[in-house]
Protein backbone atom coordinates (compact mmCIF):
# COMPACT_ATOMS: atom_id res chain seq x y z
CA UNK A 1 0.00 0.00 0.00
CA UNK A 2 1.26 3.25 -0.70
CA UNK A 3 1.28 5.70 2.44
CA UNK A 4 -0.48 8.67 1.78
CA UNK A 5 0.91 10.37 5.03
CA UNK A 6 3.92 10.87 3.13
CA UNK A 7 2.50 13.45 1.25
CA UNK A 8 0.67 15.82 3.48
CA UNK A 9 2.35 19.31 2.61
CA UNK A 10 2.21 21.64 5.29
CA UNK A 11 0.17 24.58 3.43
CA UNK A 12 -2.05 27.43 4.49
CA UNK A 13 -5.20 26.09 4.22
CA UNK A 14 -6.75 29.61 2.91
CA UNK A 15 -4.37 29.76 0.61
CA UNK A 16 -3.14 33.84 2.14
CA UNK A 17 0.46 34.32 2.77
CA UNK A 18 2.05 37.03 4.04
CA UNK A 19 5.38 36.44 2.47
CA UNK A 20 5.93 39.04 -0.74
CA UNK A 21 4.44 38.27 -3.78
CA UNK A 22 6.10 38.48 -6.81
CA UNK A 23 5.00 39.88 -10.28
CA UNK A 24 2.14 36.92 -10.90
CA UNK A 25 1.07 37.33 -7.01
CA UNK A 26 2.61 34.26 -6.12
CA UNK A 27 5.17 34.57 -3.08
CA UNK A 28 8.31 32.51 -3.87
CA UNK A 29 7.78 30.30 -0.81
CA UNK A 30 4.40 29.63 -2.01
CA UNK A 31 5.82 28.51 -5.78
CA UNK A 32 8.74 26.38 -4.15
CA UNK A 33 5.52 24.71 -2.10
CA UNK A 34 3.47 24.18 -5.39
CA UNK A 35 6.19 22.71 -7.36
CA UNK A 36 6.91 20.53 -4.07
CA UNK A 37 3.30 19.72 -4.26
CA UNK A 38 3.03 19.01 -7.68
CA UNK A 39 6.06 16.77 -7.62
CA UNK A 40 4.57 14.84 -4.75
CA UNK A 41 1.32 14.36 -6.72
CA UNK A 42 2.81 13.14 -9.31
CA UNK A 43 4.83 11.11 -7.36
CA UNK A 44 1.67 10.22 -5.64
CA UNK A 45 0.29 9.30 -9.10
CA UNK A 46 3.57 7.33 -9.88
CA UNK A 47 3.70 5.00 -7.03
CA UNK A 48 -0.11 4.60 -7.25
CA UNK A 49 0.23 2.83 -10.20
CA UNK A 50 3.22 0.62 -9.11
CA UNK A 51 2.39 -2.14 -7.62
CA UNK A 52 4.77 -4.37 -5.50
CA UNK A 53 3.78 -8.20 -5.69
CA UNK A 54 5.53 -11.00 -3.96
CA UNK A 55 5.82 -14.48 -6.13
CA UNK A 56 6.64 -17.97 -4.48
CA UNK A 57 7.52 -20.86 -6.63
CA UNK A 58 8.74 -24.41 -6.63
CA UNK A 59 9.14 -27.31 -9.38
CA UNK A 60 9.03 -30.93 -9.18
CA UNK A 61 8.71 -31.39 -5.22
CA UNK A 62 8.31 -35.22 -6.28
CA UNK A 63 7.01 -36.26 -3.64
CA UNK A 64 9.99 -35.28 -0.88
CA UNK A 65 7.71 -34.57 2.24
CA UNK A 66 10.43 -34.58 4.37
CA UNK A 67 13.87 -33.03 4.58
CA UNK A 68 16.40 -35.21 3.26
CA UNK A 69 20.43 -35.19 2.45
CA UNK A 70 21.34 -33.94 -1.09
CA UNK A 71 25.10 -34.43 -0.79
CA UNK A 72 25.97 -31.97 -3.35
CA UNK A 73 24.13 -29.42 -1.22
CA UNK A 74 25.71 -30.57 1.98
CA UNK A 75 26.77 -33.78 3.63
CA UNK A 76 25.41 -33.41 7.11
CA UNK A 77 22.70 -30.75 6.91
CA UNK A 78 19.25 -32.00 5.77
CA UNK A 79 17.61 -29.72 2.92
CA UNK A 80 13.37 -29.30 1.77
CA UNK A 81 10.96 -30.69 3.19
CA UNK A 82 6.99 -29.74 3.18
CA UNK A 83 6.87 -28.49 6.45
CA UNK A 84 9.73 -26.38 5.48
CA UNK A 85 7.87 -24.99 2.14
CA UNK A 86 4.60 -24.14 4.43
CA UNK A 87 6.57 -22.45 7.48
CA UNK A 88 7.70 -20.20 4.79
CA UNK A 89 4.89 -19.84 2.67
CA UNK A 90 2.91 -18.82 5.63
CA UNK A 91 5.34 -16.65 7.04
CA UNK A 92 5.64 -14.97 3.89
CA UNK A 93 1.96 -14.36 3.40
CA UNK A 94 1.80 -13.27 6.82
CA UNK A 95 4.30 -10.15 5.85
CA UNK A 96 3.13 -9.35 2.60
CA UNK A 97 -0.80 -10.07 1.80
CA UNK A 98 0.08 -9.72 -1.73
CA UNK A 99 1.98 -12.94 -2.44
CA UNK A 100 0.83 -15.89 -4.88
CA UNK A 101 2.91 -19.40 -3.97
CA UNK A 102 2.76 -21.18 -7.39
CA UNK A 103 3.76 -24.61 -8.30
CA UNK A 104 5.19 -25.91 -11.71
CA UNK A 105 4.46 -29.76 -11.72
CA UNK A 106 5.84 -33.10 -10.64
CA UNK A 107 4.50 -33.51 -7.34
CA UNK A 108 4.54 -37.38 -7.84
CA UNK A 109 7.02 -39.66 -8.31
CA UNK A 110 9.90 -39.60 -5.07
CA UNK A 111 10.13 -41.38 -1.93
CA UNK A 112 7.55 -44.63 -1.37
CA UNK A 113 4.65 -42.54 0.28
CA UNK A 114 3.97 -41.23 -3.24
CA UNK A 115 4.02 -45.05 -5.23
CA UNK A 116 2.28 -46.73 -2.13
CA UNK A 117 -0.83 -43.82 -2.08
CA UNK A 118 -1.36 -43.29 -6.36
CA UNK A 119 -0.23 -39.90 -5.12
CA UNK A 120 -3.21 -39.18 -2.63
CA UNK A 121 -0.94 -38.83 0.38
CA UNK A 122 1.13 -35.92 -2.01
CA UNK A 123 -2.45 -33.98 -2.77
CA UNK A 124 -3.43 -34.36 0.64
CA UNK A 125 0.10 -32.50 2.01
CA UNK A 126 -0.09 -29.98 -1.18
CA UNK A 127 -3.40 -28.97 0.54
CA UNK A 128 -1.66 -27.49 3.58
CA UNK A 129 1.47 -26.03 1.24
CA UNK A 130 -0.57 -23.10 0.95
CA UNK A 131 -0.57 -22.91 -2.82
CA UNK A 132 -2.40 -20.26 -4.92
CA UNK A 133 -2.21 -22.61 -7.83
CA UNK A 134 -0.03 -25.36 -9.56
CA UNK A 135 0.19 -27.23 -12.92
CA UNK A 136 0.55 -30.81 -13.68
CA UNK A 137 3.44 -32.61 -14.81
CA UNK A 138 4.48 -35.52 -16.63
CA UNK A 139 4.79 -37.84 -13.02
CA UNK A 140 1.17 -36.57 -12.51
CA UNK A 141 0.61 -39.43 -14.97
CA UNK A 142 2.70 -42.31 -13.37
CA UNK A 143 -0.01 -43.97 -12.24
CA UNK A 144 -2.23 -44.01 -15.07
CA UNK A 145 -4.22 -40.69 -16.47
CA UNK A 146 -7.37 -42.02 -14.41
CA UNK A 147 -5.64 -42.50 -11.16
CA UNK A 148 -4.59 -38.69 -11.81
CA UNK A 149 -8.16 -37.39 -12.54
CA UNK A 150 -9.27 -39.26 -9.02
CA UNK A 151 -6.34 -37.74 -7.32
CA UNK A 152 -6.46 -34.32 -8.68
CA UNK A 153 -10.61 -34.20 -7.83
CA UNK A 154 -8.78 -34.23 -4.07
CA UNK A 155 -6.90 -30.92 -4.75
CA UNK A 156 -8.24 -27.81 -2.35
CA UNK A 157 -5.94 -25.37 -4.36
CA UNK A 158 -6.31 -24.98 -8.32
CA UNK A 159 -4.38 -27.56 -10.16
CA UNK A 160 -4.34 -25.84 -13.89
CA UNK A 161 -4.09 -27.57 -17.18
CA UNK A 162 -5.02 -26.25 -20.32
CA UNK A 163 -3.48 -29.09 -23.52
CA UNK A 164 -3.75 -32.28 -22.26
CA UNK A 165 -7.08 -33.34 -23.74
CA UNK A 166 -8.96 -37.17 -23.63
CA UNK A 167 -7.69 -39.00 -26.20
CA UNK A 168 -10.21 -38.14 -29.40
CA UNK A 169 -12.52 -35.91 -27.95
CA UNK A 170 -11.88 -32.13 -27.16
CA UNK A 171 -12.44 -32.56 -23.82
CA UNK A 172 -9.44 -31.49 -21.40
CA UNK A 173 -8.48 -34.27 -19.01
CA UNK A 174 -8.69 -31.65 -16.44
CA UNK A 175 -10.61 -28.98 -17.46
CA UNK A 176 -9.12 -25.94 -15.56
CA UNK A 177 -6.74 -24.29 -18.56
CA UNK A 178 -6.09 -20.83 -16.38
CA UNK A 179 -7.70 -18.59 -13.74
CA UNK A 180 -7.48 -15.03 -13.04
CA UNK A 181 -6.40 -13.66 -9.67
CA UNK A 182 -6.71 -9.89 -8.33
CA UNK A 183 -3.69 -9.52 -6.09
CA UNK A 184 -3.05 -5.61 -4.81
CA UNK A 185 -5.20 -4.61 -7.81
CA UNK A 186 -3.29 -5.93 -10.33
CA UNK A 187 -5.49 -8.75 -12.45
CA UNK A 188 -3.32 -11.67 -13.16
CA UNK A 189 -4.03 -14.80 -15.55
CA UNK A 190 -2.25 -17.89 -14.43
CA UNK A 191 -2.26 -20.55 -17.37
CA UNK A 192 -1.10 -23.88 -16.87
CA UNK A 193 0.38 -25.93 -19.79
CA UNK A 194 2.37 -29.32 -20.43
CA UNK A 195 5.06 -29.21 -23.35
CA UNK A 196 4.64 -32.19 -25.49
CA UNK A 197 7.90 -32.97 -26.23
CA UNK A 198 8.41 -33.49 -22.27
CA UNK A 199 5.58 -35.14 -22.03
CA UNK A 200 5.98 -38.16 -24.33
CA UNK A 201 9.22 -38.13 -23.70
CA UNK A 202 9.50 -39.10 -20.10
CA UNK A 203 6.05 -40.96 -19.73
CA UNK A 204 5.37 -44.21 -19.47
CA UNK A 205 3.04 -45.29 -22.66
CA UNK A 206 0.44 -47.30 -20.75
CA UNK A 207 -0.17 -44.84 -18.22
CA UNK A 208 -1.23 -42.31 -20.88
CA UNK A 209 -3.48 -44.36 -23.48
CA UNK A 210 -6.50 -42.31 -22.53
CA UNK A 211 -4.83 -39.06 -23.10
CA UNK A 212 -3.44 -36.87 -25.34
CA UNK A 213 -1.04 -33.47 -25.27
CA UNK A 214 -1.49 -31.10 -27.95
CA UNK A 215 1.12 -28.24 -29.18
CA UNK A 216 1.57 -25.63 -25.98
CA UNK A 217 2.05 -22.65 -28.42
CA UNK A 218 -1.19 -23.39 -29.99
CA UNK A 219 -3.05 -23.45 -26.21
CA UNK A 220 -0.65 -20.45 -25.28
CA UNK A 221 -1.78 -18.11 -27.72
CA UNK A 222 -5.33 -19.27 -27.57
CA UNK A 223 -5.50 -18.87 -23.42
CA UNK A 224 -3.41 -15.24 -23.95
CA UNK A 225 -6.16 -14.38 -26.59
CA UNK A 226 -8.55 -15.12 -23.62
CA UNK A 227 -7.37 -13.82 -21.16
CA UNK A 228 -5.39 -10.14 -22.36
CA UNK A 229 -8.71 -8.08 -21.98
CA UNK A 230 -9.24 -8.92 -18.63
CA UNK A 231 -6.02 -9.06 -16.88
CA UNK A 232 -2.64 -7.13 -16.33
CA UNK A 233 -0.14 -9.70 -16.20
CA UNK A 234 -0.35 -13.35 -17.35
CA UNK A 235 1.91 -15.99 -15.22
CA UNK A 236 2.43 -19.43 -17.32
CA UNK A 237 2.90 -22.65 -15.02
CA UNK A 238 4.69 -25.14 -17.68
CA UNK A 239 6.76 -28.28 -17.54
CA UNK A 240 8.95 -28.59 -20.56
CA UNK A 241 12.34 -29.11 -21.56
CA UNK A 242 14.60 -31.99 -20.86
CA UNK A 243 14.62 -33.87 -18.20
CA UNK A 244 16.36 -33.55 -14.78
CA UNK A 245 20.08 -34.95 -13.96
CA UNK A 246 19.45 -38.23 -11.87
CA UNK A 247 23.18 -38.60 -10.23
CA UNK A 248 24.45 -38.40 -6.94
CA UNK A 249 26.68 -35.73 -7.20
CA UNK A 250 24.03 -33.43 -9.30
CA UNK A 251 27.43 -33.06 -11.83
CA UNK A 252 26.40 -30.99 -14.70
CA UNK A 253 27.53 -33.65 -17.05
CA UNK A 254 24.76 -33.35 -19.47
CA UNK A 255 23.61 -30.02 -21.11
CA UNK A 256 20.92 -28.64 -19.01
CA UNK A 257 19.50 -26.11 -19.37
CA UNK A 258 16.00 -24.03 -20.10
CA UNK A 259 16.26 -24.05 -23.91
CA UNK A 260 12.62 -25.05 -24.38
CA UNK A 261 11.89 -22.48 -21.73
CA UNK A 262 13.52 -19.83 -23.90
CA UNK A 263 12.45 -20.89 -27.32
CA UNK A 264 8.45 -21.13 -25.90
CA UNK A 265 8.94 -17.65 -24.84
CA UNK A 266 10.14 -16.38 -28.53
CA UNK A 267 7.82 -18.24 -29.92
CA UNK A 268 4.47 -17.05 -28.24
CA UNK A 269 5.20 -13.25 -26.70
CA UNK A 270 2.64 -11.90 -23.98
CA UNK A 271 3.44 -13.78 -20.75
CA UNK A 272 5.09 -11.78 -18.41
CA UNK A 273 6.27 -14.91 -16.29
CA UNK A 274 6.95 -18.08 -17.03
CA UNK A 275 7.50 -20.46 -13.55
CA UNK A 276 9.00 -23.53 -15.28
CA UNK A 277 9.71 -27.13 -14.36
CA UNK A 278 11.22 -30.87 -15.52
CA UNK A 279 15.17 -29.64 -15.77
CA UNK A 280 15.73 -30.12 -12.56
CA UNK A 281 18.13 -27.02 -12.25
CA UNK A 282 16.99 -23.95 -10.34
CA UNK A 283 18.06 -20.37 -11.94
CA UNK A 284 19.14 -17.84 -9.91
CA UNK A 285 19.12 -15.11 -12.37
CA UNK A 286 16.26 -14.92 -13.63
CA UNK A 287 16.55 -15.20 -17.96
CA UNK A 288 14.15 -12.83 -19.72
CA UNK A 289 13.26 -14.01 -23.38
CA UNK A 290 11.30 -11.74 -26.08
CA UNK A 291 10.16 -9.73 -22.59
CA UNK A 292 8.91 -13.12 -20.51
CA UNK A 293 11.16 -13.57 -16.92
CA UNK A 294 11.76 -17.12 -17.10
CA UNK A 295 12.34 -18.96 -13.43
CA UNK A 296 12.68 -22.03 -11.92
CA UNK A 297 14.08 -24.26 -8.91
CA UNK A 298 15.97 -27.16 -8.45
CA UNK A 299 13.89 -30.60 -7.77
CA UNK A 300 13.22 -32.36 -4.83
CA UNK A 301 11.76 -29.54 -2.16
CA UNK A 302 15.29 -27.89 -2.03
CA UNK A 303 14.48 -24.43 -2.59
CA UNK A 304 11.42 -21.92 -2.31
CA UNK A 305 12.15 -19.33 -5.48
CA UNK A 306 10.48 -15.92 -4.56
CA UNK A 307 10.25 -13.89 -7.36
CA UNK A 308 9.13 -9.95 -6.29
CA UNK A 309 7.85 -7.95 -9.34
CA UNK A 310 7.10 -4.04 -9.26
CA UNK A 311 3.68 -3.68 -12.15
CA UNK A 312 3.06 -0.18 -12.99
CA UNK A 313 -0.13 -0.13 -14.10
CA UNK A 314 0.21 3.39 -16.38
CA UNK A 315 2.98 1.32 -18.50
CA UNK A 316 1.47 -1.76 -17.83
CA UNK A 317 4.75 -3.39 -17.55
CA UNK A 318 6.74 -4.87 -15.00
CA UNK A 319 9.48 -2.12 -14.20
CA UNK A 320 11.51 -3.95 -11.90
CA UNK A 321 12.42 -7.24 -10.15
CA UNK A 322 14.41 -9.29 -7.83
CA UNK A 323 14.73 -12.92 -7.33
CA UNK A 324 15.82 -15.26 -4.75
CA UNK A 325 16.61 -18.90 -4.39
CA UNK A 326 17.95 -20.29 -1.38
CA UNK A 327 18.29 -23.92 0.09
CA UNK A 328 15.39 -24.36 2.13
CA UNK A 329 17.83 -25.57 4.94
CA UNK A 330 15.74 -27.71 7.49
CA UNK A 331 18.31 -25.75 10.56
CA UNK A 332 17.20 -22.59 9.51
CA UNK A 333 13.35 -23.24 9.30
CA UNK A 334 10.93 -24.03 12.08
CA UNK A 335 8.74 -26.99 10.52
CA UNK A 336 4.95 -26.52 10.07
CA UNK A 337 3.36 -28.12 12.75
CA UNK A 338 -0.35 -28.80 10.66
CA UNK A 339 2.10 -30.20 7.69
CA UNK A 340 4.27 -32.36 10.30
CA UNK A 341 1.06 -34.10 11.27
CA UNK A 342 -0.19 -34.64 7.77
CA UNK A 343 3.39 -36.03 7.27
CA UNK A 344 3.24 -38.42 9.76
CA UNK A 345 -0.33 -39.34 9.37
CA UNK A 346 0.76 -40.99 6.30
CA UNK A 347 3.78 -41.85 7.51
CA UNK A 348 1.36 -44.33 10.49
CA UNK A 349 -0.43 -45.87 7.63
CA UNK A 350 2.94 -46.96 5.81
CA UNK A 351 5.66 -48.22 8.22
CA UNK A 352 4.28 -51.34 7.96
CA UNK A 353 5.56 -51.92 4.35
CA UNK A 354 8.74 -49.05 4.05
CA UNK A 355 10.56 -50.69 7.05
CA UNK A 356 10.60 -53.89 5.95
CA UNK A 357 14.55 -54.54 6.04
CA UNK A 358 15.58 -56.73 2.82
CA UNK A 359 18.92 -57.07 3.24
CA UNK A 360 22.32 -55.24 4.02
CA UNK A 361 24.71 -53.18 1.53
CA UNK A 362 28.38 -52.38 2.77
CA UNK A 363 28.37 -49.24 0.93
CA UNK A 364 25.83 -46.52 -0.42
CA UNK A 365 24.43 -47.29 -3.84
CA UNK A 366 25.08 -44.06 -5.45
CA UNK A 367 23.77 -43.03 -8.95
CA UNK A 368 25.21 -41.67 -12.04
CA UNK A 369 23.90 -40.26 -15.45
CA UNK A 370 27.40 -40.33 -17.44
CA UNK A 371 28.95 -43.93 -16.14
CA UNK A 372 28.01 -46.93 -14.68
CA UNK A 373 27.12 -46.94 -11.02
CA UNK A 374 26.14 -48.63 -7.77
CA UNK A 375 22.85 -48.18 -7.80
CA UNK A 376 22.54 -48.83 -11.73
CA UNK A 377 24.42 -51.70 -11.70
CA UNK A 378 22.48 -53.63 -8.80
CA UNK A 379 19.19 -52.59 -10.60
CA UNK A 380 20.51 -53.55 -14.25
CA UNK A 381 21.58 -57.19 -12.45
CA UNK A 382 18.04 -57.46 -10.51
CA UNK A 383 16.45 -57.32 -13.28
CA UNK A 384 18.84 -60.10 -15.02
CA UNK A 385 18.57 -62.39 -12.21
CA UNK A 386 14.91 -62.37 -12.34
CA UNK A 387 15.10 -63.86 -16.03
CA UNK A 388 18.80 -65.30 -15.76
CA UNK A 389 18.77 -66.91 -19.42
CA UNK A 390 18.62 -63.56 -21.19
CA UNK A 391 21.51 -62.00 -22.53
CA UNK A 392 21.51 -58.77 -20.35
CA UNK A 393 19.76 -55.91 -18.77
CA UNK A 394 19.59 -52.13 -18.94
CA UNK A 395 17.76 -49.70 -17.43
CA UNK A 396 17.72 -45.86 -17.40
CA UNK A 397 19.98 -43.56 -15.41
CA UNK A 398 17.18 -41.33 -15.28
CA UNK A 399 14.87 -43.66 -13.25
CA UNK A 400 16.92 -44.26 -10.63
CA UNK A 401 15.66 -41.24 -8.00
CA UNK A 402 17.24 -41.81 -4.71
CA UNK A 403 20.61 -42.73 -3.34
CA UNK A 404 20.18 -45.57 -0.57
CA UNK A 405 22.66 -45.16 2.43
CA UNK A 406 25.18 -48.34 3.58
CA UNK A 407 23.70 -50.54 6.28
CA UNK A 408 20.27 -52.07 6.24
CA UNK A 409 18.21 -51.44 2.74
CA UNK A 410 14.17 -51.29 3.73
CA UNK A 411 11.67 -51.78 0.80
CA UNK A 412 11.14 -47.79 1.32
CA UNK A 413 14.19 -47.07 0.02
CA UNK A 414 14.16 -49.46 -2.91
CA UNK A 415 10.78 -47.61 -3.90
CA UNK A 416 12.84 -44.28 -2.73
CA UNK A 417 15.57 -45.54 -5.77
CA UNK A 418 13.11 -46.71 -8.11
CA UNK A 419 9.81 -44.87 -7.59
CA UNK A 420 7.28 -46.17 -10.71
CA UNK A 421 5.46 -49.10 -11.22
CA UNK A 422 7.90 -49.99 -14.35
CA UNK A 423 7.51 -54.07 -15.02
CA UNK A 424 10.19 -56.08 -16.81
CA UNK A 425 9.81 -56.29 -20.56
CA UNK A 426 11.76 -59.13 -22.67
CA UNK A 427 12.87 -58.01 -26.16
CA UNK A 428 14.70 -59.44 -28.75
CA UNK A 429 16.79 -57.12 -30.91
CA UNK A 430 19.75 -56.97 -33.23
CA UNK A 431 23.04 -55.96 -32.78
CA UNK A 432 23.01 -53.00 -35.04
CA UNK A 433 19.74 -51.34 -33.12
CA UNK A 434 21.46 -52.09 -29.90
CA UNK A 435 24.01 -50.00 -30.81
CA UNK A 436 21.80 -47.03 -31.73
CA UNK A 437 20.56 -47.29 -27.99
CA UNK A 438 23.95 -47.17 -26.36
CA UNK A 439 24.18 -44.05 -28.80
CA UNK A 440 21.47 -42.41 -27.36
CA UNK A 441 22.74 -43.19 -24.10
CA UNK A 442 25.80 -41.65 -24.93
CA UNK A 443 24.64 -38.49 -26.24
CA UNK A 444 24.09 -37.68 -22.93
CA UNK A 445 20.53 -35.93 -23.17
CA UNK A 446 18.45 -38.71 -21.02
CA UNK A 447 21.42 -40.42 -19.38
CA UNK A 448 23.66 -43.76 -20.16
CA UNK A 449 21.97 -47.26 -19.95
CA UNK A 450 22.98 -48.92 -17.25
CA UNK A 451 23.57 -52.24 -17.57
CA UNK A 452 23.56 -56.10 -15.87
CA UNK A 453 27.43 -57.40 -15.51
CA UNK A 454 29.15 -58.74 -18.90
CA UNK A 455 28.11 -55.71 -20.82
CA UNK A 456 31.02 -53.34 -21.28
CA UNK A 457 30.51 -50.11 -23.21
CA UNK A 458 33.23 -47.52 -23.53
CA UNK A 459 32.39 -44.18 -25.17
CA UNK A 460 33.98 -40.51 -26.30
CA UNK A 461 32.66 -37.21 -25.15
CA UNK A 462 34.43 -35.43 -27.20
CA UNK A 463 32.67 -37.12 -30.64
CA UNK A 464 29.62 -35.89 -32.46
CA UNK A 465 26.44 -37.40 -30.83
CA UNK A 466 25.45 -40.72 -32.55
CA UNK A 467 28.88 -42.09 -32.93
CA UNK A 468 30.33 -42.04 -29.43
CA UNK A 469 30.54 -45.64 -28.69
CA UNK A 470 33.80 -47.11 -28.85
CA UNK A 471 33.86 -50.43 -27.47
CA UNK A 472 30.61 -52.34 -26.90
CA UNK A 473 31.20 -55.90 -25.45
CA UNK A 474 28.48 -58.39 -24.63
CA UNK A 475 29.80 -61.18 -22.68
CA UNK A 476 33.23 -60.77 -23.48
CA UNK A 477 32.20 -60.28 -27.16
CA UNK A 478 32.11 -57.43 -29.74
CA UNK A 479 28.59 -56.35 -29.91
CA UNK A 480 27.48 -58.34 -33.79
CA UNK A 481 25.29 -55.75 -35.99
CA UNK A 482 24.01 -59.17 -37.37
CA UNK A 483 22.93 -61.12 -33.71
CA UNK A 484 20.11 -61.32 -32.16
CA UNK A 485 20.07 -60.58 -28.74
CA UNK A 486 17.83 -61.29 -25.94
CA UNK A 487 17.21 -58.11 -24.01
CA UNK A 488 15.46 -57.36 -20.69
CA UNK A 489 14.44 -53.74 -20.02
CA UNK A 490 11.80 -52.06 -18.13
CA UNK A 491 8.59 -50.97 -19.88
CA UNK A 492 9.06 -47.74 -20.12
CA UNK A 493 12.51 -47.62 -21.93
CA UNK A 494 10.44 -50.85 -24.19
CA UNK A 495 8.40 -48.59 -25.39
CA UNK A 496 10.93 -45.67 -26.28
CA UNK A 497 10.71 -43.61 -23.05
CA UNK A 498 13.27 -41.40 -22.44
CA UNK A 499 14.11 -40.65 -26.52
CA UNK A 500 15.40 -44.66 -26.32
CA UNK A 501 13.24 -44.46 -29.61
CA UNK A 502 15.06 -47.42 -31.17
CA UNK A 503 13.81 -49.79 -28.38
CA UNK A 504 10.59 -49.95 -30.55
CA UNK A 505 12.60 -51.92 -33.70
CA UNK A 506 12.23 -54.86 -31.51
CA UNK A 507 11.21 -58.19 -32.64
CA UNK A 508 10.19 -59.24 -30.00
CA UNK A 509 8.02 -57.71 -27.16
CA UNK A 510 6.88 -59.63 -24.03
CA UNK A 511 5.43 -57.95 -20.59
CA UNK A 512 6.55 -60.28 -17.89
CA UNK A 513 3.72 -58.38 -14.99
CA UNK A 514 7.18 -58.40 -12.66
CA UNK A 515 7.09 -54.99 -11.21
CA UNK A 516 11.34 -53.59 -11.38
CA UNK A 517 10.91 -53.21 -7.41
CA UNK A 518 9.96 -56.61 -6.99
CA UNK A 519 12.78 -57.69 -8.43
CA UNK A 520 15.34 -55.18 -7.20
CA UNK A 521 14.10 -56.68 -3.34
CA UNK A 522 13.72 -60.54 -4.69
CA UNK A 523 17.76 -60.22 -5.64
CA UNK A 524 18.67 -58.76 -2.71
CA UNK A 525 17.07 -61.08 -0.42
CA UNK A 526 19.67 -63.37 -1.69
CA UNK A 527 22.40 -61.14 0.02
CA UNK A 528 22.49 -61.32 3.95
CA UNK A 529 25.13 -58.65 3.00
CA UNK A 530 25.14 -56.89 -0.31
CA UNK A 531 28.87 -55.81 -1.61
CA UNK A 532 28.34 -53.61 -4.89
CA UNK A 533 31.36 -53.06 -7.20
CA UNK A 534 32.36 -50.29 -9.86
CA UNK A 535 33.40 -53.30 -12.38
CA UNK A 536 34.05 -50.53 -15.37
CA UNK A 537 31.00 -51.44 -17.15
CA UNK A 538 30.26 -48.32 -18.42
CA UNK A 539 32.66 -45.89 -18.73
CA UNK A 540 33.87 -42.99 -20.52
CA UNK A 541 37.43 -42.93 -22.61
FE1 LIG B 1 10.65 -33.71 -12.53
Given at each position: MVNHQLFIIPFARDGQSKLPMD????????RSIISALLVALFSLTALAQEKKINILYTNDLHSHLEPHIVPWVSKTRQVGGFANIAARVKAEKAANPHTLYLDAGDSFAGPPVSSLT?????IDAMNSLGLD??????????????????????????????????????QLHWNNPYLIRNINGVRIGIIGLHEKFAFYDTVSDEMIRGVEVRDEKVYLRKYIRELKPKTDLIILLIHLGIPGTQSTGGEKDVVRNHQHDIDLANAVPGVDLMITGHP??????????????????????????????????????????????NYLFDDEVEDDPQMLAVIKKWNDKLMD??????SNTTAPLTRSYSVESLMGNMVADAILDAFPTFDFAVTNSGGLRQDIDMGPVTVGELIAAFPFPNTITQLEMTGRDLRQIFEHGAGLTNGILQVSRGVEVVYD???????????????????DDQRTYRVLTSNFLADGGDGFLTFKKTLFYKRTG?????????????????TPTIEGRVRKQ
Amino acid sequence: MVNHQLFIIPFARDGQSKLPMDRHGFTFMKRSIISALLVALFSLTALAQEKKINILYTNDLHSHLEPHIVPWVSKTRQVGGFANIAARVKAEKAANPHTLYLDAGDSFAGPPVSSLTKGEAIIDAMNSLGLDAGCVGNHEFDYGWQNAIDQFKKAKFPLLNGNIFLKGTDQLHWNNPYLIRNINGVRIGIIGLHEKFAFYDTVSDEMIRGVEVRDEKVYLRKYIRELKPKTDLIILLIHLGIPGTQSTGGEKDVVRNHQHDIDLANAVPGVDLMITGHPHSGISEPVVANGTIIVSTDAYTIELGKLEISYDKRLDRITSYKNRLNYLFDDEVEDDPQMLAVIKKWNDKLMDITDRVVSNTTAPLTRSYSVESLMGNMVADAILDAFPTFDFAVTNSGGLRQDIDMGPVTVGELIAAFPFPNTITQLEMTGRDLRQIFEHGAGLTNGILQVSRGVEVVYDESRPIGQRIVKCHIKGLPLDDQRTYRVLTSNFLADGGDGFLTFKKTLFYKRTGLEIVQAMTNYLRKFNTFTPTIEGRVRKQ
